[in-house]
């Protein structure tokens, strides 16, 4: 047999059994399935408080950051609306397990871009007389809000009632001078707001801090090219260091328990062998997995990215697509040929029929010393070629002198 498989096999029985050929109990086996379990999610879980400390593409340019200098979505029209929203986020923060959206913003592994455009933000919102005004900004808007709504209920039911009483043509006014009054006094409070709102507005506008602001985020192109760009290479280059930064703490765990087995191993320790083998295995499947991803999210986004420029511009984009399913189904192919003729090939089941006293040809279990199935009449003994003695069919070796057969 070839090494490897001989290496493969050898391993893979070292997964179910404790040594010779002891066979695992089924609560044993249950025991370290768990154990399996519990050791994968706390390495899991340690590999992503572990990762969290490298800076991610999304802490080097924050989401806002983005908003107002790539995507330029920060416009005239709606600047105090956005500053008003993270100048006030410790504000109308009402839930205890939600961090200060400011505070959570480490400006040190920003680009400096972003680093002074959070450093202008936590200015404003350090300065207690322009968060008091942002306050009053957001009280004003939620009632001009409140006015507007009910002078839009009070309109809508005046024309129904106006409606009604033309129809009755009776004359009385009592049911309308109430919807009257109501839309006046909605009307005269949502001007008295709209004039306060103005005010305030233009004392905000007339800080220095907020001016600086709304000239760094205007439609100057100063601070969009540099950044758009730091942020591609920073994203590109993100993936390979994540992976790098995630095996410093995943390849100690995997070594120790490959010397662990190892060590087992030669020592013959059944109980040590088998669970450390089990966690070798553990260990690994996280570097199989997150390398897989490096490999999933590089490979069609960057270095296939002018053959889909070719594609989309030949409209021939699901072409892709056929690729991929293509490959897929032969690598599945492939997969159930090396599982059917590898792993569990003919030669191998009857032997696991044998070890469980079953016909090797059907499968169903044989009665005591039978020669033959009695379900499929299958004989189950040849003659040796060495003493000529009765011995299994599916067998390697004579079971009365041990020539291989």
Known sequence: MNPIK??????????????????????????????????????????????????????????????????????RADFLDRLQ??????YNNKSFRRDSLLERR????????????????KQVARDERLAALFVDR????????RLAARLKKSKAAYDTALLEEIARKNGEEKSLSGLKASIHSSTRGMEE????????????EASPLIIQLKEMVGPSREYRQELKDAFKRFQFLYPFKELGWQLVFM???????????????????????????????????????????????????????DLFKILKSLHIIALWHYIVIAFCVGAGLLAVYIIQKKLFNRKRIQQKRLMKGACYFCGKTLPDRAGRCPFCGTNQLKNCSQCQEETYVCGDYCKHCGYKT
């Not at 707001?193 to 905000?204: A, D, F, N, V």
């Not at 060590?263 to 089990?278: M, Y």
């Not at 553990?282 to 997150?290: F, G, N, T, Y």
């Open 6 to 75: 001989e290496k493969f096999f050898a391993f893979k029985d070292r997964l179910v059994r404790t040594g010779g050929q002891e066979p695992l109990s089924k609560l044993s086996l249950a025991v370290i399935l768990i154990l399996d379990i519990f050791v994968l999610v706390m390495i899991f879980e340690g590999l992503g408080e572990h990762t969290r400390q490298l800076t991610s593409p999304d802490e080097q340019v924050p989401f806002e950051c983005r908003q107002a200098f790539i995507d330029k979505d920060w416009t």
């Open 85 to 90: 929203r993270l100048v006030l986020s410790d």
């Open 106 to 121: 480490d400006t040190g592994v920003m680009h400096e871009t972003c680093r002074q455009f959070y450093s202008l933000i």
């Open 138 to 145: 957001q009280d004003l808007l939620k009632e001009r809000n």
């Open 193 to 204: 707001i709209s004039g306060k709102l103005i005010l305030t507005e233009q004392q905000l």
């Open 251 to 305: 390849l100690p765990i995997f070594l120790v328990f490959y010397f662990w087995s190892s060590r087992s191993v030669k020592k013959d320790n059944g109980i040590q062998t088998l669970i450390s083998s089990h966690l070798l295995v553990v260990a690994a499947l996280p570097i199989v997995l997150k390398a897989g991803e490096v490999v999933i999210d590089l490979i069609p986004r960057h270095f296939f990215k």
